[in-house]
């Protein structure tokens, strides 16, 4: 059988705790229990280390997770049925192609070209006792499946069972991007917190950590033969990035099948250049803030300077050394004209180049893409490099919609490949309340809180042509963090990044009402694993599927 | 000198971290250390253990808190001026007045009658190296000059001090009631939880935890004598609040000047008590739930029954012998006349009888506060008590007013004792999405956040004749736990509940943006102590006071 999202719902509450939603799906309602010595085999000759820790941590799941079913009773009344149900031996992963030469590492698919991945799979678990078969085209693909397969699994007083065997499922993500952004520059967050957002990432298949690494506030990253900023610009010297933490990062985040694309924002954000390099630096700090900057302090990268267009290409460059991602982000959002105008340098470079800002600012990026091109890097850039600011780029640079969805249609029209991140629908951070100071009513600038269900309802190409459809490489929940740090980054994360991961993976249209009973399970899920989740409901909704419901 | 708290904050950003502010200060700027053998010597004969105690808790504050100041440098520049300061060596503790009698303790103070209670104190901390003295007329006074003792000292490598020197406070609260209110029935909280919340609550002087025990989701009260009500009520046999666990949280709220108020909402909210006692619950998760309850699952106490008065009564006297407050909270918020339509039994009790439903609301109500009042306790109910469904109350009963703050000046007509709880200012769970299922856009009916700034701005007496103010106990923040538990307690709560606790300890007409840095203090101050108080903007502002102002 083959149900509707609804259906199953409705159905089989408990059961259905698959999240995303895989793109085909059937159930049964057979009892199936883990076998004692439940196995793992990787069918593959020489598998990579990454796809065998994989299994390693998934065994670790299914040992470990001990989530009762979300049920009134808490599968207590299943308790003969699951005594009596087959045992599963084992999951045996294999490739659907024997790959022509040696087998890719997760770490590899994960970071290659993006249309080019391939995270789908196919996983079958028979509700006889013979052995359940997960394959895929990729490493890559097996990581999704395993993920999927640990979702399946509830405890009863020690036995981990379904209640829905058999399973058979074959999934593939609707859009190749899904992400997640996190500003590690307005407040710090340590590495282990970035570690176990990576991992509760990767559990919805998040693909993506848009790591929005420095701003103005603070730069924490500690980039090789450029360590002033970080040593002058970091909170403190502990409040830091090594280049040892980012590859461990971006390792971690490979291994889970998760890009890191960094991001330094340029040329606007820059502030705290000035503390290691004033000479780059214009209206640095200079007040009021309002005057010059969308937030304090104000600082921007002399884009017309040769001497700071050459500094910001090597600092990019070397920068980009430490990731392993196709991207890096160049930012290029809320640039600031009357900065550039009050700055007696920069004009001085403009009218002796005799160019216009918008030219310098042309110039300004085409010489610091052309940096990251050589080292192999496409550029992304914030929405205002195409429509407010319209710059010449190439034409595999991706744009990040983020001032409103309302602009998307526009950005798809420049031909560009785009991503949803608009602070309308994803914004995680928005509507707690505004963080700039004497704000008596204490509002923000994107109110209201976006709550999961308004991302969920979200249409990736509402009012598009196939064409500009097919420039929608996918989305991200964005946590930016004025006032966000590592006390509430799960709070705020979680379950709502799931909410866009699903949307992203399953394809829109999903129902917010089938969605619920499943987002619940996330969280239950995710607080087994030491993912501090919030709850949606009181726990009595939670274990009453659609009880309290409108 | 005594400067306004906008002055203070201008000239002395780094060294005025009192929070709440004490209502007469004076401060110099004379460098000050904390000599290395620093003791608090307790003046007191027979001083009760519990004032012991918290001496002893505050000299870990400050062996613990190990603050760096929140200034750009964290003090740095400080360190000769610092390295040459008198030492201050002792810290005595000392009643204004010779009990007659042994001295009370902190406990036997905090629960005392409400109006009689003393929580002022001196403390004068002398910069020229000889010892600083705190002297009230209680050892609750004594507590809250600790607790203001404590938030004068930052660290700079091991080295514990202040640049404020000489310091002299004369500080008592402007309302006697300032509370945080938690409901531990949508979602549990562990014990754990509850006391963390009563340290944090201690440390911005909050006087009264109003503890909404039990609601229609759950019962995680165990009540001597009515042990079904949690054994069938209760979400998990572990999610409960035994005898020993209400003693325990009781005695550590008294130890820091907590009163606990518990609260059994009555006749609504009471859904669960079904599962154990069916025949006193009226449409007992009747469905549409909307049409029998503001929230699900439905379910009233059957008010016009005999029995159930008398069982209501029981259960009533019962928990009230686990608490101390003279206090008890029997609700009467949001009840159902379509349940009790519809319900045959309360149609034939109120036939049988020749009775309205307000008549044997009222009936209800007297008898059971008879109960609370035999067992020594004063009612507290919710607005609806007195404006909706008009009962006759005793005149010591203190009435919440929740529905809208403009619901005050009608409530404070009725000659009841008031305390501020409305939801359109002090809901810390508002905003944050709706939680109720089949609801696309997501949002929740006390849409927007309720942000610090809003709270801080509040005038508690706004439109209030001066005999309607005299009956203005002091208000609270309130926690509902539809979307909360113990992944958000802390994130949701810190530093916003502060923001409340100022208000009614100082009083009203505080400015947001002199408040702003010595909120940040609070931060930074309960992270160090392990309470997760979250970032109210970046760091860059945190550590330049007025740097990030509008």
Redesign the interface.
Known sequence: MKLSLFALSALLPSALALWPLPTGLSLGSTPLRLAKGFDIKIAINNAPADLVAAVSRTKGFLANDKLAALVID?GASSASAIASAKSLPSLTLSLAFEPKGPCKSISAEAVGPIEGRSEGYTLVVPADGSGAVLKANSTLGLFRGLTTFSQLWYDLKGTTYSLSAPVQISDAPAYPYRGFMLDT????YPVSDIKRTLDAMSWVKINTLHWHVVD???FPLVIPGYTELSAKGA??AKSVYTPEDVKSIVAYAAARGIDVIPEIDTPGHTSVIAKAFPEHIACAEATP??AFAN???AGQLRLASASTISFTSGMLKAAAGLFSSQFFSTGGDEINANCYKQDAETQKSLSSSNQTFLQALDKFTQDTHAALRSVGKSAVVWEEMVLDNPVKLANDTVVMVWISSANVQAVARTGHRLVHAASDFFYLDC?????????????SWC???K????AY?FNPTANLTAAESSRVLGGQSLLW????????L???TWPRAASTAELFWSGPGGN??AA?PRLHEVVYRF?QRGV??????????ALRP?????
Do not use: K, M
């Open positions: 808490r520059a307005r407040n710090y103005s506030q603070s909170y403190s803030w309002t937030e304090p302090p509507g707690q309340g505004g963080w700039v100071g004497a704000n008596p009513n204490g509002n109110d209201p809180f709550t999961w269900q308004h309802t963090a004025e006032q966000s740090g590592p006390q509430n799960d709070s705020t917010v009402q619920l607080r501090a989740a919030i709850s949606l409901q009181p726990e009595w909704c659609g009880a309290c419901d409108l």
